[in-house]
């Protein structure tokens, strides 16, 4: 049983596991008909003021869409929409129309946005209130889908499994822990709260999931959450990216507590399989904005020297490196533009704010194959799923 056909009454008894109460998403009135498309393959950037939809075939700008505030963007989980996270709730974008709906998933402190096996996952940071639906759903209205309260508010992440398992991160406003498993029945089967400053996930081949933690990782694998430690007594790693094509997850690593902004050199891959980390150093630095996965499962790097550079995870090397804009330096300010990575089956988009392009990129030449110029600097840079 899926989200999709969980009844009723379960969804009350997982409420009850805690006092506090779900919110109710707001919605407008379902959509009769599906809009026409106006952007194949849309691609969607922020900036300060508002959000662009860009043709991902073309490059070309579809829409300008005004609206106020630091928003923020992930794809939904299909081929048509993007959710943007405003200081209210995660907002519905029908990014193939270049429409901005009114559809919205209430959320105080809108947070990660996780999408897998068909089911998307939305965490409300200043409510920790979990929800889950189906994004195909989305064409339609908002979908009701399930909802699921954690024990406290605190910047979380959860994702649901294929067998209907749910991982979902443990904490409060002034400290995070570690992670809780719960069955399909929302009862819990499994916990571990030996990962200090717990953030991010991603998951990997045969549905291993990797959390990151300030000491290491958490790997949930085959019913049993293991501990992967930091080759250092600090080895923060809270930015990763998986692919289903490969057992080996990206993530960053840092390991200096106390700097104001540490700008990291070394990335690390957390084997699932074999449940070793390694630690490759690239040469120059990067943000949590510029880790990406190839169309072989490559893990792929944006790094400040304006080269993407691609490492075979097997290998734990880099094998080649693509260039592709200027040097940039990280600016203090993690809302600040900086240049982002986003691929979708054999095209790699880099965003570059000092020029205020966005460029396509074939992965097999490693050739610029479009660039377009913007009004505005881009910041955070997404698309739809292919």
Known sequence: MTVRSRTTALLAAALLLTACGAQEPTAAAPASAAPSRTAA??????????????????????EDIPLAGYNRVNPAGDDRHVLVSTSTGFRVLDAAAATLRQDEFKAAKPGHVVRHGGTTVLFSDGTGEVTLFDPRELGSGLP?????????????????????ELVVTLGTEEKRTGILVLGEDRKEIARSEDCPGVHGEATAQ???????????????RNGKITKIESPDAYGRIGNQSGSELSPIVLGDYKK?????????????????????????????????RSLARGPGGEALVLGTDGAVHVIDPAAAKVVRTIKVLEEWKEPLEWQRPR?????????IYVSDPAARKVHAIDFATGRIT?????????????????
Do not use: M, W
């Not at 045969?206 to 949930?220: K, P």
């Not at 479009?370 to 292919?386: C, I």
């Open 256 to 288: 200096d507590p106390d700097a104001e902004l540490e700008r990291p050199t070394h990335v690390s891959l957390i084997d699932t399989a074999t449940g070793e980390l390694d630690l490759v150093d690239l040469g120059t630095s990067y943000t949590f």
């Open 41 to 62: 393959d849309p691609l969607v950037a922020t900036y300060d003021g508002g959000l662009y939809v860009l043709d991902g075939q073309t490059l070309e700008l579809a």
């Open 144 to 164: 009701k889908g399930e909802r699921y309260q954690a024990a406290a508010p605190h910047h979380g992440v959860a994702i649901e499994l294929a067998n209907g």
């Open 339 to 347: 240049p982002n990575i986003f691929t979708r089956d054999q095209v």
């Open 206 to 220: 045969d549905e291993a999931v990797v959390i990151g933690c300030e000491n290491g990782v958490l790997l949930y």
């Open 370 to 386: 479009r660039s377009a110029a913007l009004p505005q600097p881009p910041n955070e840079l997404t698309g739809t799923l292919g």
